[in-house]
C-alpha cells in the first residue's frame, strides 16, 4: 500500500486550513468565562455563598433544572470566582467537587469527597481507603477530619440525585445533620445539583428540609438564548467565515425542540463540524447540522438498544421480525425467542410495558388501528433503521446466535 496518501492526511491536519481555531471550546468539559442567561442564577449562588467571606455558614443549596440549562457550569464559575477571592482576602475556605454519578458507587463519592477534600493526603490516620471501610466509618472520618482542622467547608455533590438512587439518603442525612453539631469547629455547606425534578421527593423529610435551605431551579434556554451561545461560542471555536449563520440558526432550532438543552446544541456544532472537515468544505451549513442531527440520533438509538436489558433486546427482535406488528404476533414471535434462548418468558403484561418504554424512547411506534366490527388492535412499529438494530444486537453474544 501506497503510504503516501496516509502522510498527506496528517500533513493537512498539521498546515491544513481547518474550519475550527480551537477545538477545545467545543468540548463537553470546557466551561466558558461568561454565561450569558444566567446572571441571576449566577447572583443568587454568590450571595449564598458570600457568607462564608463574613466567617458565616452559607445555607445549603439545592440546584434542579433539566440537562443541559448550565447548572455545572454556573455552580463552577461562581466557585472559581469565590476561591480566587477568599484567596486574594487570605480566608481559609475548603471547596470540595465531586460527581455522584461518575463515581459510579456511593462509597466512591465518600472515597473523592475524601481525596478531594485533603484528608486522604494529610491525615494518615483518618483516611478513607480506596476500599474496606463501612460507609458509616467513611463518612464519620470526613466529619471527624474537618471538626479537627476548623475547616469551613463548601462542598458540591453534581448529579446528587445519582447517590440517593443508589443508597438511599443515608449520606445526606449524615452530613446535613453534621452540621448541627459542628457550627463552631468548622462546617460543611452543601450544594446538592441534580437534573430529576423529582429527587426532592425520594428525600426523608428531615434530610429534604435541611438541604433546600436554598433553592434555584434553571429554566430550559429558549431558541433565541441558544442562538446566541451558539454564536458566542462559534467565535471561540471557528475560523472566520467558516460557520454560517444559517447553520448556527438551524442548531438553535433544532436543540430549542428538544428541551432547550444547550449542551445538545453544542454537541451538534461539534459533530457538523467535524463532518464538514472529513468532507473538506470551508464552511459548515445546514447540511452538515442535519446530517450531525441523524449521526447523534442514530448514535444514541445504538448505545440505547446496546445497553438494554436481554429481554428488551428479545422484544425489538420480535418487533423487528413481525411482519404485522399486531401486539399477537409480537408476542409469539417473543415467546419462541425464548425457547430456543432457553430464557423464561416475560408476562404479556410485562411486555406491554417494555414496548411502552421503547416508545417513550422513540425506538418504536405504536398506533391503535380500527377493524370496524372486527374491534382495534395495536400495531407496532420500528422506528429506527433496522441497521442500527442489528448492529446493535450483533455486539451482545448472546442476541448474535439469533441473528
Ligand atoms: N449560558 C450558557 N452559555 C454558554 N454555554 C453554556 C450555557 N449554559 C450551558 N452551557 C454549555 O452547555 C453545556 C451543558 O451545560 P452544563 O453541563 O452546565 O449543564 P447541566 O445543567 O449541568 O446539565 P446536566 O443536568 O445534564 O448535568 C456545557 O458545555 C456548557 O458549557
Ligand atoms: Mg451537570
Redesign the pocket.
Known sequence: MDSDYLDNIFEKAVIGNSLIKNRKTLT?D???E?????DEESKTIAQVLSVVLKDGRPSNLLVF??????????VKNVINRLKRKSKEHGIGITVTIVNAKTANTSYKVLYDIAEEMGTNKIDKKLKVHFTGLSMGEATDRILEYVKKNQLQVILVI??IDSLVDRNGDDILYSFTRANERLTESGFISLIG?S?SLTFKDKLDPRVRSSLSEEELV?NP?TVLQLKE?LN??AQLAFNEGSISQAAINLCAAVAGKENGD??KA?DLLRVAAEIAERERATIVIEKHIREAQEKIEKDTNYEVIKNSTTHTKLVVLSILKSQTGMTGEVYDNYISLCKMMDQDALTQRRITQIVSELDQLGLITSNVVSHGRYGRSQIIKIAVSSNTIMNALKDDPFMSTLL
Open positions: 463537553i470546557y466551561v466558558p461568561k454565561l450569558p442567561f444566567r433544572g433539566k440537562p443541559g440549562t448550565g447548572k455545572t457550569a454556573v453534581d448529579e445539583i437534573n434553571f434556554y451561545i458566542e461560542r444547550a449542551r453544542i
